[in-house]
């Protein structure tokens, strides 16, 4: 080869490199696989769209994006005849306070507030002409103001932040008014606008984890609250909502390739499981104009991403929708998520949304889908009454607990210039005193209710609300609080529930017809605000009322082949919005006998929430302890095994979730080859996600002993090789006469009990089975967990438990085992770890405490630097420390 040929060949292959080095597709994050794996990419290969090849480079980018964009009409457009454009006429449960409040505030956050108060937006120019003349002065974390007019203050050495900082809030706070600063962008701009916040004479943060940050870094201010999101009636309602129903799934948002990992895997995993079902995709791009790389989705969504439409407009959309998206930035923390989330319950949809701590605690109806599969599983599993009941039970949260007008008299409570308590609209029942009386028991809306026997007598008591009721209905347990919050978003005059022949279209909307014969709440006083031409009255929907002795629809109910257990204490929110949910969309549901077992629960809707699951469902059985409480899952767990008549037997708590079908494949894997379980891994979300592979843990020991696909012959010594480590028996199905052979029990008021089951469980066991997918969705960070609550009463509850796993461990030789290859790393990680947490004032008790459970294992030297330390330090105390134990702990409640 001579030297040319030799050069343009060398030259060729350079090339060729340089193209195999170049990052492959576009916008930034693109991944092979995934496109590989999309529905965009099989499009192309049937011919549906040119674009077989990825994007290298912007120009291909957008060239794609508008070609997607010109195949379909605007959503203007094409939902024009369809969405909602009716209006709030007003709303009479809240009287607006006459509190001046100068604002500093972007768009958004001044929409949500201005109908509670009298707010005056302050800017540059304007904001001396008002001193002297405001009760308190709001400044929020602003980026532009209601018309760019605070552009520079999120920069702390420009000028629009220091005439804040130096001139503004001086200015008011010489002139006697205070001066509130409230942050919606914690905690990731906590630093961002900290300076202004220490200026401040209140701080308020929509972020409770930072309360102490604030603490440390504003010595000055009189008082630090924690501020979540609200709704605004005007803005966020549900009125006309029924009349039409648009079927596609609608995310209205951004995307950021360059931070939010955790966000944007899961957005992936909901758009994907989105596409999956069939469902019309929707992503209304609020970034579309940027052409940034960094807000760029990826482009096998491009089919589905359109260009943003005024805020407006998506309301009306969104009010319309089905089916909604959500995504939070912020997932580990108990009180900061998206406001969307609040708004869109608000307007009744279904929310499809990535995790958070926050609205996994406050929102249980929320979806909040760990995988593709589970999204669709979700979206399928969603029958209409189904789907109705859910937006229903979002909208009763929202309109009952998160309304701009209770977060402005927290506020103003906070900063004293308001009571804390809300004086409320006198209200009564009427109707025959028996069945009145019937009705008040039966309601969660639990404030005194007097009763009359007519309108008329309630009017002249001095009532501002009646409430009829007729004998031979039932009225569900949130019957009235659904009516009173209608009146927090109409002014009609009346408000009823539809009835059982209203049509679903006729929901939700003003109306001139007669009440029911169920009843309706009336306003017994006049209306001060401007009543709409829709008409004088509001039908809601048409659930929590029926006639009496009508038939209820049981789901087909198979011979039992699983029985799952399910304890229950004061969660009937969570049981049956995210437990029951899960298991409703489980291949194996007809075939459950689903045992809800009550703990003794003293909050009554607990209580109504499981009768009523038994009522609809065949295949439910309860059982109700004496009120109280044992002090832990415990004693329903036993007793549930007792009560369990079908040959395999799972255990799901109220507020976790069962996962991709898991309880199915599991039993199938069990029965097919004769295993005493089978078991899964576990996921579990706290300030994230985080996968718990059990099953490797397990194979790892066992590999050598398998018999069959994925089971495998064990013994008591495959505990020790695993170091006790104990695993999730909700991520397992066992045989049921196998399990009540071995004659174990859960320690009673004991928590971390089941850990210790399964422990019992993997020693006896014979054969088993492993199946490596997530089965069981475990939620860290609910607000009412016992493991969640930290001080003595914690540190007691694991007396029965470390007592009768010591004396365990004793009778089968393996005590010196578990000191040798567990105890430490247990003590370390979940006992003294969880010291930080403690009040200062119990420290103490409960460093004694923990002195108390290690001696349960007899003696021990540590070898550990830091329990070395810790255990020289804390003596154990004189006396027996099993002593009165059980008395200790049973006086305890959960």
């Not at 209006?87 to 500093?104: A, C, D, H, K, L």
């Not at 209770?406 to 028996?434: F, H, M, N, T, Y």
């Not at 039908?539 to 789901?555: N, P, W």
Request: glycine share 6%.
């Amino acid at each position: 080869m001579d030297a040319a040929s030799l050069k343009k060949r060398l030259n060729t292959i350079e090339g060729r490199i340089e193209t195999l080095e170049a990052p492959l597709g576009y916008p930034m994050g693109f991944h092979i696989a995934k496109h590989l794996e999309s529905a965009y990419f099989r499009n192309s290969l049937l011919g549906d769209h040119p674009f077989l090849e990825p994007a290298r480079n912007a120009e291909d980018y957008f060239e794609r994006r508008a070609y997607f964009d010109s195949l379909r009409a605007g959503l203007a457009e094409q939902y024009k005849g369809i969405i909602n454009r009716e209006e709030s006429n007003g709303q009479r449960w809240y009287v607006p306070f006459n509190t001046r409040i100068g604002i500093i505030a972007d768009e958004f956050l001044y929409k949500s507030f201005v109908s509670t108060a009298n707010f005056v937006p302050l800017t540059p120019k304007n904001f001396r002409d008002y001193v002297g003349h405001l009760d308190l002065v709001l400044v929020t974390t602003s980026w532009r103001g209601l018309s760019g007019e605070w552009v520079g203050a999120s920069q702390q050495r420009s000028r629009i932040r220091k005439l804040i900082e130096n001139e503004l809030i001086p200015l008011y706070q010489d002139a006697g008014t205070p001066v509130a600063f409230y942050s919606k962008e914690d905690p990731p701009n906590f630093e961002v606008f900290l300076s202004t916040a220490k200026k401040c004479d209140f701080v308020f943060t929509s972020a409770v984890e930072k309360i102490p940050d604030y603490e440390k870094a504003c010595p000055r201010a009189q008082a630090i609250d924690v501020l979540s999101f609200s709704v605004d009636y005007r803005h966020h309602n549900p009125i006309g909502s029924r009349k039409n129903r648009i079927d596609d799934v609608v995310f209205a948002g951004s995307w950021h390739n360059h931070k939010y990992h955790e966000r944007r895997r899961s957005a992936l995993q909901i758009f994907d499981g989105v596409i999956d079902s069939g469902r019309n995709l929707r992503i209304i791009d609020r970034n579309w104009s940027l052409d940034n790389e960094k807000y760029l989705f990826p482009e096998r969504y491009l089919p589905y991403v359109e260009p943003a439409i005024k805020h407006d407009e998506l309301l009306q959309i969104h009010r319309t929708s089905d089916l909604v998206i959500n995504l939070n930035s912020v997932v580990g923390s108990p009180t900061m998520y998206a406001n969307r989330v609040v708004e869109l319950q608000a307007m009744g949809c279904t929310v499809l949304s990535n995790y958070s701590a926050g609205v996994n605690d406050q929102f249980p109806n929320v979806f909040m889908p760990d995988s593709a599969q589970e999204t669709r599983s979700i979206i399928e599993s969603l029958t209409p009454e189904h789907q109705y009941r859910n937006q229903m039970a979002g909208l009763r949260n929202v309109f009952t607990n998160h309304v701009n007008f209770d977060r402005i008299r927290q506020l103003l409570s906070v900063c004293g210039l308001a009571e804390a308590v809300s004086p409320q609209p006198k209200l009564a029942v009427v109707g025959a005193l028996s069945t009145a009386q019937e009705f008040v028991d039966g309601q969660s809306y639990q404030d005194d209710l007097p009763v009359f026997n007519s309108v008329e007598a309630a009017r002249e008591a001095g009532f501002d609300l009646a409430c009829t009721v007729a004998g031979g209905f039932d009225y569900g347990q949130h019957y009235l609080q659904d009516l009173l919050n209608a009146t927090k978003y109409v002014a009609s005059d009346v408000v009823f529930k539809a009835g059982e022949t209203d049509d679903y279209k006729s929901h939700h909307a003003f109306t001139e017809d007669a009440e029911p014969n169920h009843g309706a709440l009336r306003w017994l006083t006049p209306s001060s605000a401007a009543v709409s031409t829709y008409g004088q009255s509001y039908r809601l929907d048409g659930f929590e009322v029926a006639e009496r002795g009508r038939e209820t629809l049981h789901v087909f109910h198979e011979p039992a082949m699983i029985s799952v257990v399910i304890p229950i204490y004061n969660n009937g929110e969570h049981l049956e919005f995210k437990c029951f949910e899960s298991l409703r969309r489980s291949s194996l549901f007809a075939q459950m006998e689903i045992l809800l077992i009550d703990d003794g629960s003293t909050d009554p809707n607990t209580i109504r929430t499981v009768k009523n699951l038994a009522e609809r469902f065949s295949n439910v059985r309860t059982y109700f302890f004496e009120t109280g409480g044992s002090g832990s899952a415990s004693r329903p767990r036993n007793h549930g095994l007792a009560m369990a008549t079908a040959d395999w037997i799972t255990y799901l708590d109220p507020d976790n979730e069962a996962l991709n079908d898991g309880y199915a494949k599991l039993l199938k894997l069990a029965r097919d080859n004769g295993s005493d379980f089978a078991i899964g891994n576990m996921a579990r979300n706290a300030v994230g996600r985080k996968l718990v592979n059990y099953v490797r843990i397990l194979r790892k020991q066992i590999i050598q002993d398998e018999v069959a696909g994925d089971t495998y012959k064990v013994d008591g010594s495959v505990l020790r090789k695993i170091n006790f480590t104990p695993m999730s028996i909700q991520a397992l199905v066992a045989n049921t006469q196998w399990l009540r052979s071995l004659g174990i029990e859960q320690p009673v008021g004991a928590v971390g009990q089941d850990s210790y089951f399964f422990q019992q469980m993997l020693y006896y066991a014979k054969q088993i089975s492993l199946l490596n997918e997530p089965i069981h969705m475990y939620f860290a960070a609910v607000s009412n967990s016992t493991v969640n609550s930290l001080g003595p009463k914690f540190y007691r509850k694991y007396i029965p438990l470390e007592s009768a796993r010591a004396e365990w461990l004793d009778s089968i030789g393996l005590l010196s085992e578990y000191r040798k290859r567990r105890m430490e790393k247990f003590t370390k990680g979940w006992y003294i770890d969880k010291l930080n947490r403690v009040a200062p004032e119990e420290l103490e008790e409960s460093k004694q405490l923990v002195v108390q459970l290690a001696e349960f294992y007899g003696a021990h030297q540590w070898e550990d630097p830091e329990l070395k330390e810790f255990f020289a330090a804390n003596k154990a105390p004189a006396g027996d420390i099993s002593q009165n134990a059980d008395e200790r702990v049973g006086q305890e409640r959960v």
